[in-house]
């Protein structure tokens, strides 16, 4: 099981200091918070994930267990290559991120879509 820290749909969130008590496996945090990132690795054994684009060059630099992304459905291939520590991969995720995400979820599914041809129904929003 994975305890999922999303401020912004949640507030506060999980502070960091409970994470060594949490019965979890692993935490997926899309705080996007790159110091909290920091305290994660330091107090918590499990395996990290990073919910933030902008994130997943360091977090793979810092070797996090991985990145669990909603724009790795458009662009799987850049996830992977930042997540192993390409700088180029890195920026062009986070333009990509930033191309479909002023319609949430619409863009993202349109733009998948598109690409893959699958439904670009959205069961939200």
């Avoid at 669990?68 to 992977?80: D, F, K």
Wanted: aromatic share 8%; with cysteine.
């Amino acid at each position: 099981m994975l305890a999922y820290h999303f401020p912004a749909a949640s507030s506060p969130g999980l502070p960091v200091g409970v994470l060594p008590e949490l019965p979890v496996q692993g935490l997926k945090d899309s705080s996007g918070d790159v110091r909290r990132l920091y305290g994660e690795l330091e107090v918590f054994a499990g395996w990290l994930y990073t919910g933030s684009t902008d994130l997943v060059l360091l977090a793979g630099a810092l070797e996090c267990a991985g990145a669990i992304l909603a724009i790795a459905n458009l662009r799987p291939e850049l996830s992977i290559r930042a997540f192993e520590g390409d700088g180029t991969a890195q920026r062009q995720l986070v333009v990509a991120a930033e191309e479909v995400s002023g319609r949430w979820p619409h863009g993202l599914k349109g733009a998948v879509a598109a690409r893959f041809g699958t439904s670009a129904t959205a069961r939200m929003g």
